[in-house]
């Protein structure tokens, strides 16, 4: 008798603990994809809560102080990390993907302040949703720039 | 060459803590005390090798050694010598390494202290703490060596250990230099307070598996380990705090916390530690829960190996990570191996871990312990959830599918508050037995004192029923903290004739771990205020402004007064600083920011550091985002208001000051423990 209630309050609690994890996975989940998987997709994906990640082009960069608009063109990187270690690490593919014209590229807007972080072939994870045309309107913007830290063979001094 | 030897001894030492480890477990099948003397003085050895290693990467940090790799990677010419040696743990190599020296550190000191009545502990912990410390140094030896040098051969220039045929040694002109952004005090003391943190977990740990081993299994270890628990625990708390307070200062997004799955991976352990502090005190005075606190500490140790490697690999996207490395299926290896033989330990004595008495009222303070446990592991679970969750959903839906903080703030929030609301019910309880009835007469006066600070807010402050409940709460645990400190401190008072102070200083140190325990409760709550402010409160807005012209928000009014940029060449940076003032609602004067943004030329990175007005009600937090000498239409500013986020910060410092009183050395630990049974009982039993 004494063990039931106890048994009891924990079946609830933890019915709680799951309820709350489920109810907000579902609520508030994004999807992780590569530009060529957000192509592939098409219309169906269109308002969804996304997360997608590329290389920031820099010639694309522009930031219209008066109203904090940022717009940039990102290249498609694969997200798998197997795949990217087998082509010479992030700082590579990146750098690639910058380089190749063929890659497809996609464009984004931000409104915000410019991160410090924003470069040429810096990594860009961003959280959002893309519009009718393709533009992604980015919620939230991560960057990383792999250069800074992996790039394991100095250029010649001198 | 300085590097070959520091390498070196990095192999020396390994090959120390592997025959540390042997000696240990041989000498004690043989019941040779020789052999385990042995294993020890091995182990006191390895920090003074380890020492002897660090001081030479110093050395090459501090003289601009860039042939050597990790040299090259973290610091160049430009930066102060202070920042210089700091980058030790700045990249990957040289922070495992500092994580082994930690680590020896405390295994030193904990081989130091008396052993007479635990001599059969000594072994064991010896073992464990040399596993790990080995664990660490080899990835160092084989993966992550910090003394690699660069060498230039047909094919280019690499890193290598040894000097590979027909190479020659290349030395940069310059190194890459650490990230600005890691160029702030808060930066330089923050990893190692989570560094010493997370190593102090080992103790514990290393006691309990000493523990399981021998069979003894009654509280001893916990009564050893209990101070190292609550250090390891200030030190990651410490941790924790000061890369929130970091990542206000420096960041400039406005806030300090991101949920991050680094930031998760560092208040993972944080969790369990945390649950793990209370639940030994039922072990202690109960003697149930033993499988319990076993399971705890077990997974502490592993979330603090976990923690480690998050904040060191790019398994996950993060803010934080640093670079992929080969490092990460070596690591899982390890916790995968420590959880599974820990955890078979526990079955192995399951009989001898019973409970010596059983639980029987729901109100019991040892059932509302529980329940506190209960709570921090679903906050847990939420977070581990959140962190591996896009692993889980692309190995069965094949899309990766990842939750941001919307999903942490909604799923840990109602977890969040039913912990404030325990932490003023819980106090009240007595151990054993507590009824509705005399719980209820402990806490209807600080409960109706709530009510009305409640109703007060609603009048005066705010009308969201989130930010009501969450005040309730909140009002409650500090009333219910101030009123058991005073029952304390009166009954004292009446008992012994002291007058107020003296009671409450007397009360404090006959029985730090409670009373040093409630500083801890009423510090979260004003950290919860904190918390709630900014969450629920927070206002900004942004615009691009000239001289003269000013900007409104909440109340604020800020003038836009003056602009200045200049180079600061030896320390490679160009200064962007604007001047601007803030007014108040009826156009008082508050004061001048100055919000910055510097330029670091060598990294080729800004950095954007806020102006902040700092008040107990509101803080303005200005941004300066752009600035060009050309642009005719201004100067760009973000501005934030933060309601009571200060609250947080000094919460934060009450926090640390209420573990150092919980934590602090007594004479002698097992007197004051068998007192402070006694006074628990005498104040415990709700009157």
């Known amino acids: 008798m004494k063990i039931n209630k106890f048994v009891i309050g924990g079946i609830f609690i933890l019915g709680a603990v799951v309820f709350l994890i489920w109810s907000s996975t579902a609520a508030n989940s994004e999807y992780f994809l590569t530009i060529d998987e957000l192509n592939a997709k098409g219309a169906s994906i269109a308002n969804k809560n996304l997360r997608v990640s590329g290389a920031v082009i820099g010639d694309t960069i522009q930031y219209d102080t008066n109203s904090l608009t940022l717009t940039f063109e990102v290249a498609q990187v694969p997200g798998d990390n197997s795949l990217i270690e087998s082509q010479g690490g992030l700082a590579a593919v990146l750098h690639q993907a910058v380089l190749d014209p063929s890659r497809a590229r996609m464009k984004v807007v931000y409104v915000g302040p410019k991160p410090d972080l924003l470069r040429n072939e810096a990594q860009a994870i961003m959280t959002g949703h893309i519009d009718a045309d393709g533009v992604f309107h980015a919620d939230e913007l991560l960057l990383k720039c792999p250069t800074k830290y992996e790039q394991a063979v100095p250029k010649q001094a001198g | 060459m300085i590097a070959d030897f520091g390498y070196g001894v990095l192999v020396v030492t390994f090959i120390v803590t592997l025959y540390s480890i042997f000696a240990a477990i041989y000498g004690e099948q043989k019941k040779s005390a020789a052999l385990v003397e042995s294993a020890r003085r091995a182990m006191l050895l390895t920090w003074p090798l380890l020492t002897l290693a660090a001081g030479i990467l110093i050395y090459l940090l501090i003289n601009n050694h860039f042939e050597v790799q990790f040299v090259y990677e973290v610091t160049s010419r430009s930066m102060p010598t202070y920042l210089k040696v700091t980058a030790w743990w700045g990249g990957q190599a040289g922070s495992l390494l500092f994580w082994s020296w930690l680590m020896s550190a405390f295994a030193s000191l904990v081989t130091l202290r008396k052993w007479d009545r635990d001599r059969e502990f000594l072994p064991w912990v010896i073992v464990v703490a040399c596993v790990t410390l080995a664990f660490f140094v080899g990835m160092t030896i084989f993966f992550e060596n910090p003394f690699k040098q660069l060498f230039q051969t047909v094919d280019g220039i690499n890193p290598f250990t040894f000097q590979p045929a027909n190479s020659i040694l290349f030395t940069p002109q310059d190194g890459r230099g650490l990230n600005p952004l890691l160029r702030h005090p808060g930066m330089v003391i923050h990893p190692p307070m989570l560094y010493l943190g997370f190593v102090s977990f080992v103790i514990p740990y290393a006691f309990a598996m000493a523990a399981l081993i021998t069979g003894r299994t009654d509280d001893r270890w916990i009564r050893i380990t209990r ?373 670091y030329f060598d990294a080729q990175q800004p950095m954007t550091i806020p102006g902040q007005l700092a008040s107990l009600k509101d803080e303005v937090y200005v941004i300066l985002i752009d600035w060009q000498p050309i642009n005719q239409a201004g100067t760009t500013f973000k501005i934030f208001v933060n309601p009571l986020i200060n609250w947080m910060w000094i919460g934060s410092f009450l926090f640390l000051f209420g573990i150092i009183i919980a934590a602090w050395p007594d004479e002698d630990p097992e007197r004051v423990a068998v007192r402070a049974d006694k006074s628990l009982k005498q104040t415990s039993a709700a009157d």
């Open chain 2, 227 to 599: 101070r190292w628990t609550l250090w390891a625990w200030l030190f990651l708390s410490a941790g924790l705090v000061l890369g929130s307070r970091w990542a206000y200062d420096v960041l400039g997004w406005g806030g300090f916390w991101g949920w991050d799955p680094v930031e998760i991976a560092a208040f993972m352990p944080w969790l369990t530690g945390t649950a793990f502090l209370h639940s030994v005190m039922i072990q202690e005075k109960r003697g149930m829960l033993k499988h319990w606190n076993m399971l705890l500490i077990i997974i502490t140790y592993d979330l603090v190996i976990f923690g480690t490697f998050l904040t060191r690999s790019g398994v996950l996207s993060s803010v934080h990570a640093f670079a992929q490395s080969a490092i990460g299926p070596f690591f899982f290896l390890f916790i995968g191996l420590t959880l599974i033989t820990s955890v078979a330990l526990i079955i192995y004595r399951w009989d001898k871990l019973r409970s010596e008495t059983e639980m029987t009222s729901m109100l019991s303070r040892e059932a509302l312990f529980l329940l506190n446990n209960l709570l921090f592991i679903s906050i847990l679970v939420v977070c581990f959830w959140g962190v591996i969750y896009p692993l889980i959903s692309e190995l069965f839906t094949g899309q990766k599918v990842t939750v941001g903080p919307p999903f942490y703030l909604r799923a840990t929030g109602p977890l969040f508050a039913a912990l404030i609301f325990l932490m003023g019910v819980a106090p009240l309880s007595a151990w054993g037995h507590s009824t509705l009835k005399t719980l209820g007469r402990a806490i209807w006066k600080p409960t109706v004192g709530a009510i009305l600070i409640t109703i007060a807010l609603y009048l005066t402050y705010t009308h969201n029923l989130y930010a009501i409940l969450g005040f309730f709460l909140i009002a409650l645990v500090i009333l219910v903290t101030i009123y058991e400190y005073w029952r304390g401190a009166y009954a004292r008072q009446k008992a012994q004739g002291e007058n107020v102070f003296v009671a409450f200083w007397n009360l404090t140190k006959r029985n730090r771990r409670r009373y040093g325990g409630y500083i801890i409760h009423l510090s979260i709550s004003l950290m919860a205020i904190g918390i709630l402010g900014i969450n629920l409160f927070q206002t900004e807005t942004q615009g691009t402004i000239g001289v003269n012209d000013s900007m409104h928000i909440a109340g604020y009014t800020m003038k836009y007064k003056d602009v200045a940029s200049w180079d600061n060449a030896p320390a490679g940076v160009n200064y962007t600083r604007a001047t601007v003032s803030i007014y108040g609602k009826d156009g008082t004067y508050l004061g001048d920011l100055h919000p910055r943004k510097d330029y």
